[in-house]
């Protein structure tokens, strides 16, 4: 795995493992640890790996400050999003569809596509940033700006991005809130 500053990328299990920035075989594990990165704690269920390269050696889920919500399949929650970029030769104006697997007041980890790999390591520098709009059933759209923290390709043209919201309008937050207590009652188990 490549981390740069916070960001990580594995590439998918099926392909030959190329560092993203370089195009050339990663370290063997010999000599230094990754820029930025630490050493790799266990997989968390349902979302990114942590890493202990934080503030104060915190792991990233220490940092976390509010709970995942998970969503599977039948929840149809999806994501409409677009690239935003001002440097040159970095732009898109695609706007891509993908589905949430968490979400929380904080980001969400989602299923989608990238314009080409070549702009993961952009998007890991925040040097591009993600408009995104996320459809809550019954709820207006949630619109945010996010930074990509966390990548994980599953297939040659599918990842798992991790975004953190950078930006998000008090009314947005608002129906993001509401959105997730929702959920979260609607699909809690209550044992009597």
């Given amino acids: 795995m490549k981390t740069l500053s916070r960001f ?6 099926s392909q030959e493992k190329l560092d993203p920035v370089n195009g050339k075989n ?4 010999k000599g230094p ?6 050493k790799k704690e266990p997989q968390q269920p349902g979302g990114p790996p942590a890493t202990t390269g934080g ?6 889920s220490e940092q976390r400050r509010a709970a995942r919500v998970r969503f599977g399949a039948g929840d149809n929650l999806e994501v409409r999003y677009k ?14 569809t993908g589905k949430i697997i968490n ?6 980890l989602f299923m ?4 080409d790999t070549s702009w993961l390591p952009k998007l890991g520098e925040g040097s591009i940033l993600l ?3 996320v459809i809550a059933p019954g709820y207006k759209p949630v619109k945010a700006l996010a930074s990509l923290r966390w990548t994980r390709a599953t297939e040659p043209q599918l990842y798992e991005l991790g975004v953190q919201f950078e930006q998000l309008e008090p009314e947005h937050r608002t129906t993001l809130d509401r959105f997730l207590i929702s959920h979260q009652i609607k699909t809690r188990r209550i044992k009597r």
Wanted: hydrophobic content about 20%; charged content about 10%; some cysteine.
């Fill in 83 to 96: 690239f935003l970029s001002k440097l040159p030769g970095w732009k898109s104006s695609e706007v891509y």
């Fill in 55 to 60: 503030p104060g050696g915190m792991s990233d």
């Fill in 26 to 29: 990663p370290p063997t594990g």
């Fill in 103 to 108: 979400l929380s007041k904080g980001g969400a």
């Fill in 33 to 38: 640890p990754p820029q930025g990165g630490g």
């Fill in 131 to 133: 408009g995104m709009n």
């Fill in 112 to 115: 989608g596509t990238v314009p």
């Fill in 8 to 13: 990580c990328y594995s590439p998918p299990p």
